[in-house]
């Protein structure tokens, strides 16, 4: 059985400093030492990652995968997790965490405007969308600014008040602006 753990969110443009060289865990004093393309090394206790707990997981070997998007891990019952390299870059560096969230605050406010310019193409306000959707305005006008992620859910939801299927919408947001 293998669990995957994946970025929140793609990596973005030609930077690939999250690609890990080289893996090590030492199962002894459970410490998984790591070496990023760009030479970044660390070194941290597999009880301090904070996915280590909700995995219910020790393992006792560590390998960096082909081309060095993610790692494998396998405990000594041969239970394998596969960890995105990208996650783990995340957990340990700070610089590269705020380069993710900044990304998914751009993509957040692009899908935003790019949903009101849809709705507005439709000849719809705010107000009528939101009776239409079952959505509350003042959610609708979040998503729009980007200042909230869109549920699956509520994709669904805006798509049917707009008459549109949900491919049909995903089209639409997909269209270059």
Request: charge should be positive.
């Amino acid at each position: 059985m293998t669990a995957t753990i994946s970025p929140r969110t793609a990596q973005t443009g030609e930077d690939e400093s999250w690609r890990l060289k080289e893996a090590r865990f030492f199962a002894l004093d459970s410490i998984l030492c790591l070496q990023f393309d760009d030479g970044l090394g660390r070194a941290v206790r597999w009880g301090d990652l904070p996915f280590a707990r909700r995995l219910g997981f020790t393992p006792v070997t560590a390998t960096v995968r082909p081309g060095g998007g993610s790692l494998s891990l396998v405990d000594k019952t041969g239970r394998e997790i596969e960890i995105s390299a990208s996650s783990l870059r995340a957990v340990l560096d700070k610089e590269y965490r705020a380069r993710l969230l900044s990304a998914d605050d751009a993509e957040r406010k692009l899908v935003g405007a790019k949903l009101r310019a849809v709705r507005e193409s439709m000849g719809l306000s705010q107000r009528e969308l939101s009776h239409r959707s079952c959505i509350a305005q003042e959610s609708l006008s979040r998503v729009e600014t980007g200042r909230r992620d869109p549920r699956l859910g509520t994709l669904q939801r805006v798509a049917r008040g707009m008459g549109l299927s949900f491919d049909q919408l995903m089209e639409r947001l997909s269209a270059p602006a």
